[in-house]
């Protein structure tokens, strides 16, 4: 890694970066953790193998997919099942799937697959151990899925075109990791390096997952068509991803992790002013941006949605793609501050979807400037917990004023302001989103509403001295610890409090999900409701055999035909 | 049974707020069952028993004398012990009649990190010294009753006790937790089912 440069140029401010439509329109980027994993995995050399492949002509059975890096092996442990239709559900009050998966640190021995399938296919209602670092489950599209099957037992390639509507054969439902279900904990593997970037585990999981799936695939339309059975056009598996549906409970997830989501957004605002400072770039550069917005584009124009809002917010970015490409067309990018111009204009001409994916792009010629910020993405701060009690009266009021000075002025009286409440239902602890005035769930309320919160304690502090410290206050008032824990730690993450009424009665969770998926490097979103998106993941990316150092990064983009 | 530190975390909290505790508690209360199983002691057991009580006091603070009309709460004195760590350095702190002490370790632990130094705490029942990362156990105390706590600045740390990753907890004092910590959850109804987690469409498709 070279030294980088230094930033000439400030962050974009908390206030811009965290509203909640401006979330809601994030794009992957070089510090995506997918790409992370696979240019790791390649620069490093990592081999991978099947050790087991016990699957029967029924579908059902095991297999293991084996990673090993530098200094240890990562085991996938795949379960097969055969799974009525009447029993297919993405929520989390599912109880059954097409299949179900855990990571597995290390090589697993006879004894742990017997142990780990009395368990894995039960999944919430399972347990596992310290040796298990992660535990999901995938669905299929049922529609791509027998078209696959019935193609290829005939001899023929599936139709791309129904290949590109929906982009996978399964979609996971959950990949659960971080001590879930007693796997281990996040602090247990954080010290590893090919682990210390957010959800390297999770990410690992899926990339076998897809790799499982194909071979699934294959498998079962050879049992059905033996020996004319066609083997699946190389160029076609790559396209498939896997598919990922995801609900409400991912968007506590961002608020109830200010630290760590503070490190995710301000590693990519750091990147993008680093790039932004960029005072000429070379023309290998310019030329780099130019193919990598061509891809993006087409990227674009296959991304489909039948939901009202992302119906919408496509149809702007495809006009604003089109004016982005005509002005990069005549625009010169390599002196001056280029890509400093380049966002400015996009900022002044494009939509926030647009200029998300432009401040994205510019990312893309200076692998230098940006990669090692991936590095500092985990949150290691475990002491950011604690209250610094002996901070004054006035210093705990301009902290709450800081972060939430926007939410002192909304009338938290209005049923507007509060009609929503976030509340976890006792059926399998399903995270849910609800009327407060017209649900008997006030009771239960999660404490996911910082805004009302940090305006309810800076009411409270009105009658305080200045110079008290806030010990004194927290011992009278313990109803807002959380609050003055939120208002410490954002003075060093500024960027880990949501600048949205995140209870209000349009409120959109999607954009939550979408801002949590798209550093995940999660591509075409497509809201299913207003709590819940489809995505894909991996789509483009190389299998095993075929990863490299040149084929590691950029499979994001679609390859444009030439 | 053995469990993740993280679920032992996820499971207190919820079990405190359950209980009635206000989050911002109830939070410290995972932190603190969480780090007395890390160093091998039975946090669960603790908490568990001081929840199955009626809810004890916070302090009222009369110079270094920490007391209240009964027993006082060891989550609300250990926050507040936490809280107003900067005191210890004009002497000791006295907190009288406290439920569950060992309850309070934890938070001794976070004012030796801010402290930079070690803080031992003495009560009937044990004396413990703690640098933050870990604490040296005179003894492990038998579950107690209620003891008045000397907190004070200083003492020489012994081999602290061996860190751990996962906790075992009896099933028992789990079922304890994870009951209270069902108080937190809505009974589920046909509307919330249908629209709360927002997923109308069929996913046979």
């Known amino acids: ?562 | 049974m053995s469990f993740s530190l993280n679920e032992v975390e996820a499971t207190a909290k919820k079990a405190a707020r359950g209980a009635g505790y206000s989050w911002g508690l109830a939070e410290e209360a995972g932190k603190a069952t969480r780090w007395l199983s890390a160093q091998g002691l039975d946090g669960c057991g603790a908490l568990a028993a001081l929840l199955q009580e009626p809810r004890h006091e916070s302090p009222t603070r009369d110079g270094d004398i920490w007391s209240a009309n009964g027993a006082l709460c060891p989550l609300a004195s250990g926050a507040a012990l936490s809280d107003f760590a900067a005191d210890l350095a004009a002497g000791p702190i006295r907190l009288i009649e406290v439920a569950h002490p060992q309850l309070l370790l934890p938070f001794a632990a976070g004012a030796a990190r801010q402290m930079g130094t070690v803080l031992t705490l003495a009560c009937d029942t044990l004396t413990a010294r703690t640098d933050g990362a870990g604490v040296d156990l005179a003894h492990i105390p038998s579950p107690p009753g209620t003891s008045d706590v000397q907190v004070s600045l200083g003492g020489r740390m012994g081999a602290a006790l061996p860190h751990q990753t996962r906790a075992a907890s009896d099933p028992a004092i789990w079922a304890v937790l994870t009951g209270l910590a069902a108080r937190t959850y809505a009974p589920a109804t046909d509307a919330s089912r249908r629209l709360g987690a927002g997923a109308g469409l069929s996913d046979n498709d």
Not at chain 1, 409 to 425: G, H, K, L
């Open chain 1, 1 to 562: 890694m070279h030294d980088p440069a230094p930033t000439r140029l400030p962050l974009r401010p908390p206030a811009q970066v965290m509203r909640l439509s401006r979330l809601g329109s994030l794009h992957q980027c070089r510090l995506s953790f997918m790409r992370v994993l696979t240019r790791r995995m390649a620069a490093e050399g990592w081999r991978f193998s099947r050790p087991a492949f016990n699957i029967g002509d029924d579908g059902v059975g095991h297999a293991v997919y084996s990673a090993t890096g530098p200094d240890r092996t990562y085991s996938l442990i795949a379960f097969a099942h055969d799974l009525p239709p009447e029993m297919r559900s993405d929520r989390v009050i599912a109880t059954a799937w097409d299949a179900t998966f855990t990571l597995f640190d290390g090589v697993p021995e006879a004894a742990d697959i017997d142990r780990l399938s009395k368990n894995i296919p039960l999944q919430e209602a399972g347990r596992v151990s310290e040796r298990e670092i992660s535990v999901s489950r995938a669905n299929r599209s049922v529609r791509l899925w027998e078209h696959f099957v019935d193609a290829l037992a005939t001899g023929q390639q599936p139709d791309p075109q129904k290949t590109a509507a929906v982009g996978y054969l399964m979609r996971t439902t959950a990949v659960y990791g971080s001590g879930k279900l007693g796997a281990a904990d996040r602090e247990t593997i954080a010290d590893r390096p090919e682990m210390q970037v957010p959800f390297q585990a999770e990410m690992l999981s899926v990339y076998l997952t897809r790799v499982f799936v194909r071979d699934l695939v294959q498998h079962m339309a050879r049992a059905k068509g033996g020996d004319k059975t066609a083997t699946l056009d190389p160029a076609i598996a790559q396209s498939l991803g896997i598919g990922n549906s995801t609900g409400l409970g991912m968007a506590p997830f961002i608020v109830n992790h200010p630290v760590l989501f503070n490190n995710w957004i301000m590693a990519r605002e750091e990147a993008i002013a680093r790039v932004r400072a960029v005072e000429t770039a070379t023309k290998a550069e310019a030329a780099a941006f130019r193919a990598v917005l061509e891809r993006a584009a087409l990227s674009v124009a296959e991304w489909h949605s039948e939901h009202p809002i992302q119906i919408e917010k496509l149809k702007t970015l495809g006009t604003d793609m089109a004016a982005l490409a005509g002005h990069v067309g005549a625009a010169d990018l390599t002196t001056g501050h280029p890509w400093n111009r380049l966002y400015d204009w996009a900022e002044a001409h494009l939509g926030e979807d647009a200029q998300e994916l432009v401040a994205s792009l510019i990312l893309e010629p200076y692998p230098d400037l940006v990669d090692g910020l991936a590095a500092g993405m985990a949150d290691a701060n475990s002491d950011a917990f604690r209250i610094d009690g002996g901070l004054s009266i006035a210093a705990t009021r301009s902290a709450l004023e800081a972060s939430f000075g926007w939410a002192l002025a909304v009338d938290w009286t209005a049923r507007e302001n509060r009609a929503r409440a976030w509340y976890v239902s006792e059926e399998k602890l399903e995270p849910r989103l609800g009327e407060r005035f017209d649900e008997p769930i006030a009771e239960y309320e999660q404490p996911l509403a910082p805004a009302r919160d940090a305006a309810a304690a800076h009411k409270a502090l009105a009658d305080w001295g200045d110079d008290q410290p806030v010990a004194a206050f927290l011992l009278a008032h313990p109803e807002h610890r959380h609050t003055i824990r939120r208002a410490q730690i954002t003075a060093i993450a500024p960027y880990g409090e949501i600048h949205d009424n995140t209870i209000a009665a349009d409120v959109l969770p999607i954009d939550m999900l979408r801002a949590k998926l798209a550093f995940f490097g999660a591509t075409h979103f497509d809201p299913r409701s207003d709590r819940w998106v489809r995505i894909c993941m991996y789509a483009g990316a190389p299998y095993p055999e075929d990863l490299r150092p040149e084929t590691a990064d950029h499979w994001i983009y679609p390859e444009v035909e030439t």
